[in-house]
């Protein structure tokens, strides 16, 4: 039972353009939501989070949307570089603030052309 | 400033055998989470570690098991491998078990034949 899905396995966008990937989600007790990028022989780096109470959060570049009828978040980059190229996950958590029990999606591989 | 460490970075067991891998967290960190990452696959929460006790665990046998440390860095044990235990097992620390985002080492990659 997958409680949280990417369903796009891979996303090719070109520099400069904005860059969607979509998470969704079936477990309504998560409460806080994250993304990590991951590059190859690398462990996952943090990117950003949002809180159930909120909708919209923004770091620079990236802003992650959440909607929770529809049990769905969306992380947005723009502009997209080169250098944004990795595996991104989605993961999701139900117990506040105690992120070490993370549920996370399969991953989308984002490619960004020059 | 040290990150995650962990070690071995790579290993290659037969089936039956057992596995330690080790695990140093992010210096001023006390909360230790383990995962495994099977290939094509997003990381699956295995056990959490806090003041040397388990206290959350994911759906994973009882061969898996673990230890924390005085100070804080773990172990995870895997005994009686099978060839689905093939993964890339990684390792991630907190500042504490209520707050903050995860911190993750590169992972150990476990090949079981």
């Known amino acids: 039972d997958q409680q949280v899905k990417q369903n796009s396995p891979s996303l090719s966008v070109q520099e400069g353009r904005i860059s969607i990937l979509n998470c969704d989600y079936t477990?309504?007790?998560?409460?806080?939501f994250l993304w990590y990028k991951k590059y190859p022989a690398e462990g996952p780096t943090f990117l950003i989070s949002i809180s159930s109470i909120k909708d919209k959060n923004e770091d620079g570049r990236f802003t992650v949307f959440l909607n929770k009828s529809a049990k769905h978040l969306s992380l947005h980059i723009v502009p997209s570089q080169p250098g944004d190229s990795a595996v991104y996950f989605c993961?999701?958590?139900?117990?506040?603030?105690?992120?070490?029990?993370?549920?996370f999606g399969q991953g989308t591989t984002l490619q960004v052309k020059p | 400033d040290a990150g995650v460490t962990q070690s071995p970075t790579h290993l290659i067991k037969t089936r039956g055998q057992q596995v330690t891998l080790r695990c140093s967290p992010k210096s001023g960190h006390d909360t230790v989470s383990w995962y495994q990452q099977a290939l094509g696959q997003g990381p699956q929460f295995i056990f959490q570690?806090?003041?040397?006790?388990?206290?959350q665990r994911g759906n994973f046998p009882d061969r898996f098991s673990g230890h924390q440390f005085p100070n804080y860095s773990s172990e995870l044990n895997v005994n009686a491998l099978l060839l689905g235990d093939s993964a890339l097992y990684l390792c991630?620390?907190?500042?504490?078990?209520?707050?903050?985002?995860?911190?993750f080492g590169e992972g150990s990659r476990l090949t079981v034949l």
């Open positions: 993961a999701a958590s139900s117990s506040s603030g105690n992120t070490g029990k993370l549920i």
């Open positions: 477990n309504s007790m998560f409460d806080y």
């Open positions: 991630a620390s907190s500042p504490s078990i209520n707050t903050g985002e995860l911190f």
């Open positions: 570690y806090y003041e040397e006790e388990e206290r």
